[in-house]
């Protein structure tokens, strides 16, 4: 059990999304194991893994329905979509998240709804998940990393207080079902970075973030192909870093591309969305299945765009009040 102060992470949906776990109940860090990283020639983790059997997914209770553009399906729950997901059998799933804002806090969050809902389905099919949580463990210097944690508060202000355990919450739920959770590590040299950024330090802080959970993403995988374990890796965050496809100016921020390259193109793409969380602001306009969402036309149903090959979007239910 780690007992070390975890920093909030930011990861982008609108502006940025964050959370500050609460140190009293940290995830059970698993020990870290070789890493391949970023810089480095990518493991050939596909060859030596043997693909999981689809057919271990739960089966949809019905046949999904079209819903228009970008490979729309309709789910009757979502469990049902998310099975389907995984049957395109990946190597890593790398999940990324709309995240709760103030004055939301009467709906579920999307990690309350992976952590209840989906976590429990990848039971023995999932070694590890990689959580988008940044330890702060003193050895930087105390004041400079207070220093970067006050850098992060313009970005992590409009978040939802009890966004701030749910990730801790998930860590420890995974630990409790065999999918070994891991958190992030940041050198001195990110601190310095950071601090030295100036007004620049949230860009910095982002790539630190993108090239992190990266490595270890890459080093599981690298582990699990030469074990010949044929269990997928998860990293879990904020929408942005998990792009197949990098948003243009944001490559540095996104590990996608590069995860894909490492497991021949068996990096699956998935991002969940809590509808009452879609807001009418151009950073959401700009996610290229927004137009094609229609909120009421399906409200109890669960919605799975798949805007490119390897890419979702699962968006939930409308919350029953």
């Not at 001195?188 to 630190?208: F, N, R, T, W």
């Not at 009418?280 to 109890?300: Q, Y």
Request: charged share 20%; net charge neutral.
């Amino acid at each position: 059990m780690l007992s070390a102060r975890l920093l909030p992470l930011l990861c982008l949906v609108s502006l940025a999304a964050c959370r500050t776990p609460d140190s009293a109940s940290p995830p059970p860090p698993a020990t870290a194991t070789a890493a391949a990283t970023s810089s480095a020639a990518p493991a050939p983790i596909a060859s030596a893994a043997p693909a999981p059997s689809a057919s271990t997914a739960p089966a949809a209770a019905a046949p999904p329905e079209p819903c228009g553009e970008m490979g729309c399906l309709l789910y009757d729950t979502p469990e049902a979509a998310f099975a389907a997901i995984l049957a395109e059998n990946p190597l890593i799933l790398g999940i990324g998240e709309s995240h709760a804002q103030k004055g939301k806090e009467g709906i579920p969050t999307a990690t309350k709804r992976f952590t209840d809902t989906f976590l429990p389905l990848l039971a023995g099919k999932a070694s590890d998940i990689v959580l988008e949580i940044w330890v702060s463990e003193g050895k930087c210097g105390k004041e400079k990393e207070a220093q970067v944690a006050e850098q992060q508060k313009p970005v992590t202000q409009g978040q939802a207080k009890t966004n701030q355990n749910e990730f801790v919450t998930l860590g420890d739920a995974a630990y409790a079902l065999g999918v070994k959770p891991h958190i992030l590590r940041a050198s001195c040299a990110d601190y310095d970075a950071i601090v030295k950024a100036g007004p620049d330090s949230v860009i910095v802080m982002l790539e630190m973030i993108a090239r992190l959970m990266d490595e270890k993403a890459k080093a599981l995988a690298s582990r699990n192909a030469n074990a010949g374990a044929g269990k997928m890796v998860l990293t879990y965050g904020g929408a942005i870093h998990n792009d197949l496809t990098a948003r243009p100016g944001r490559e540095k921020w996104t590990f996608g591309p590069d995860l894909a390259a490492a497991t021949a193109d068996r990096y699956v793409e998935l991002d969940l969305v809590v509808p009452e969380f879609i807001q009418d602001n151009d950073a959401w306009k700009a996610l290229p299945w927004v137009p094609h969402f229609k909120r009421d036309a399906h409200p109890t149903k669960t919605t799975v765009f798949r805007p490119a090959k390897g890419s979702f979007v699962l968006i939930f239910p409308k919350t029953a009040q």
